[in-house]
């Protein structure tokens, strides 16, 4: 019966008072080293802070199109039977602009086997792959060079991006919280969808650089230095002509001002708003002139679908139709006026009016001229005041830009985590590749 006797259960060891006021000590340390780190970038100038925020976006950038890379890149796309970070650097149109950067443009308007105008390169701006070959001359690869070329253009962008969100009258001040604010704004532009093309081969990242130099020098009133900035732009990315609407209204308030336009700035504002509408046909004038036909780039352009002879606004008011029908149609006009709303509401008063009119013309203008494409993702992507709306709506701005409302950093964090989710899809269904889909990003 000895195997039948009930024994007395061990007793649980004690609680050791030591070892938990160790473990809560180590706590409290790593908790006060972290107190102790955000301060210090808090304590920082808002240009640094913005470059953390930049450099840390485009680490989490990489780390996505890495992975992008090894688990759900087709090889087929990228021509290589194990593809990595740098395939997917020159994937898409990083191919043509490869092509441009080592070869330059063809002769004359390629033709395919029907005679007809065929893909080719004159569709793509020049200042991007001429900027890539004069890297290149250092003996940097193209994947090397445009990495370095974007990441240095972003990183300024970035900073840029900072000024024109708190610039408004010149000699006005700048609070504490309207600084804070902006450099929140810029890292959620960093951390937007399809910022992780800011370090591929693309030419956002230079773009965004001239747009917010351009912007920027227009509400500070520097006419004659943004003249060389929009004709650059002219030759990097088609977003002159919502530029020049910008410039025509700014001139036009400042005309009815009650200050008026001072004469010796008469002149230097029409310069650049002659300059701003040259720049929108610069590229399409130089594409005619190297191949001998005038419309040359609208025929290129035609060749990926663009059909402007259809009229503004009807490729996507059909598309929403077939679609949905009227509803389809509706949601794209409600859109664009719940858009109007907040930028002209209290999320986008503390931003200067050029910002407001270029947040409202910009997205219009690609409604009008672009037909229906998952690239549209990528295009708003130099709607650069989005991103100051969506951190004032983050934080429940004033129109002054406080951060009054409760619990406004866990919105903030929560918003990141899902801003880098956004990412990956992004990245994952539309940079990824494959030869027999169409869904470029």
């Given at each position: ?7 007395p259960?061990?007793?649980?060891p ?7 006021r ?5 706590s ?67 191919q043509w ?69 708190v ?19 810029v ?66 308030d400042?005309?009815r ?14 310069v ?6 040259a ?20 025929q ?48 986008g ?20 001229v672009?037909?229906?494409?998952t690239s ?66």
């Amino acid at each position: 019966m000895a195997d039948l006797a009930v024994h007395p259960a061990s007793a649980e060891p004690a609680p050791d008072p030591a070892r938990s006021r160790t473990r809560g000590g180590r706590s409290q340390a790593y908790r006060t080293r972290l107190g102790r780190l955000w301060a210090t970038v808090r304590a920082w100038a808002p240009w640094q802070q913005v470059l953390l925020a930049y450099a840390l976006s485009r680490l989490v950038a990489a780390v996505i199109i890495e992975l992008a890379a090894l688990w759900l890149q087709n090889p087929a796309g990228v021509v290589d039977l194990h593809p990595d970070y740098w395939d997917m650097v020159v994937i898409w149109d990083g191919q043509w602009y490869r092509q441009i950067a080592e070869h330059g443009y063809p002769h004359g308007l390629p033709l395919n086997d029907l005679g007809h105008v065929d893909y080719n390169a004159w569709a793509f701006f020049p200042l991007f792959p001429m900027l890539l070959r004069a890297v290149m001359t250092t003996g940097l690869s193209f994947s090397l060079a445009a990495t370095a070329v974007n990441l240095v253009a972003g990183a300024a962008a970035a900073v840029l991006l900072w000024h024109l969100i708190v610039a408004r009258t010149p000699g006005l001040p700048v609070s504490r919280e309207r600084a804070r604010l902006a450099v929140l704004a810029v890292g959620i532009w960093c951390l937007l969808p399809p910022a992780a093309v800011l370090q591929v081969a693309y030419t956002e990242a230079l773009a965004a650089l001239l747009l917010a130099a351009a912007l920027l020098l227009v509400v500070r009133r520097r006419y004659g230095w943004a003249v060389p900035v929009v004709l650059l732009l002219g030759l990097t990315r088609a977003v002159a002509a919502p530029l020049f609407v910008v410039v025509v209204w700014h001139g036009v308030d400042r005309w009815r001002s009650p200050g008026g336009l001072p004469r010796s700035q008469r002149t230097s504002l029409l310069v650049l708003g002659g300059a701003t509408a040259a720049s929108a046909l610069l590229w399409p004038a130089i594409v005619g002139f190297s191949t001998g036909i005038a419309t040359a780039f609208f025929q290129t352009q035609a060749v990926w679908g663009q059909a402007p002879a259809k009229g503004p606004f009807v490729p996507w008011i059909s598309w929403a139709w077939q679609h949905l029908g009227i509803v389809g149609v509706l949601l794209l006009f409600g859109s664009l006026a719940a858009l109007g709303s907040v930028v002209l509401g209290r999320h986008g008063a503390w931003l200067s009016p050029e910002l407001r009119v270029w947040a409202l013309v910009y997205p219009t203008y690609l409604l009008a001229v672009v037909r229906p494409i998952t690239s549209m993702w990528r295009f708003m992507l130099l709607d650069l005041p989005l991103a100051a709306v969506l951190a004032s709506m983050l934080v429940r701005g004033t129109s002054l830009g406080r951060l009054g409302a409760p619990h406004w950093r866990w919105r903030v964090a929560a918003s990141g985590l899902a801003a880098v989710v956004a990412m990956s899809w992004w990245v994952g269904v539309l940079l990824t590749r494959t030869p027999w889909n169409d869904s470029p990003p």
